[in-house]
């Protein structure tokens, strides 16, 4: 089954304690990208990659990275989490960037306390 | 950069009635593609319709259209019959086509509308 998978789904944290929420495909896209959503706000672009070894800023960047060392795989990290942090976040996957389609993944709920 | 607005923060119908969603965007583009996501209270993000700028012909999808106004800069999302299980958060987003651009691949989401369905 083609899809997208994130670990963990939920995830209470303390300030500063470092943490990666996973993001895996299985449908050899090229695109990946990190969206994180808060009320009011929709949704927001934190990071992508055009394929392996190519990541770069989206609108929202500031307090996260990522790395790309394989196709399937676009972890998102961040090194010291705080409360302004806390959000629900997406990762998302497509063939190409200019695809028609773009997958998401389940979601993962993140409480930085 | 891309803007989309949705300006009906919450919305309701009742069941088996007919209910539309507002969207507009602005771009300088003039070839993207314009999508209607579900949210349900799963949280999971279901694409509903989407739409490819450059076809003049509204998309359907049984029971979802869009009324797609390019020059105007608007895409509504119009549910006839509506059901128990529309109720969602629905958001209305852009694709950037133009590979020179910085916004290339992005989806850019408007705020979301909560759609309320009374039986």
């Known amino acids: 089954e083609a899809q997208v998978t994130q670990n963990p789904r939920y995830l209470i944290t303390v300030t500063g304690k470092k943490l990666t929420v996973t993001c895996s495909q299985n449908m050899n896209h090229e695109y990946m990208s990190w969206y994180r959503q808060d009320p009011g706000l929709g949704l927001r672009q934190i990071y992508y990659?055009?394929?392996?070894?190519?990541?770069d800023k989206g609108d929202v960047p500031e307090g996260y990275k990522v790395s790309r060392k394989e196709k399937r795989n676009f972890p998102l990290i961040l090194e010291s989490p705080s409360p302004n942090q806390t959000s629900l976040y997406f990762c998302?996957?497509?063939?190409?960037?200019?695809?028609?389609?773009?997958?998401f993944g389940p979601g993962t709920r993140l409480t930085v306390t | 950069a891309q803007t989309v607005t949705q300006s009906q923060p919450e919305m309701s119908v009742q069941e088996a009635e007919t209910v539309t969603l507002s969207c507009t965007y602005d771009?300088?583009?003039?070839?993207?593609?314009l999508f209607w996501y579900k949210q349900p209270p799963s949280r999971q993000m279901i694409l509903v319709i989407r739409?490819?700028?450059?076809?003049?012909q509204n998309a359907t999808e049984n029971r979802f259209s869009v009324n797609f106004q390019k020059a105007a800069k608007s895409f509504s999302l119009k549910i006839s019959d509506s059901q128990l299980g529309d109720a969602a958060m629905y958001f209305c987003a852009y694709r950037s086509t133009n590979a020179g651009g910085t916004s290339y691949g992005k989806l850019t989401f408007g705020q979301g509308t909560i759609l309320t369905v009374h039986p």
């Open positions: 739409q490819e700028a450059y076809k003049q």
């Open positions: 771009t300088s583009e003039s070839d993207y593609y």
């Open positions: 990659s055009m394929n392996v070894e190519v990541t």
């Open positions: 998302a996957s497509s063939l190409y960037a200019d695809s028609y389609e773009q997958y």
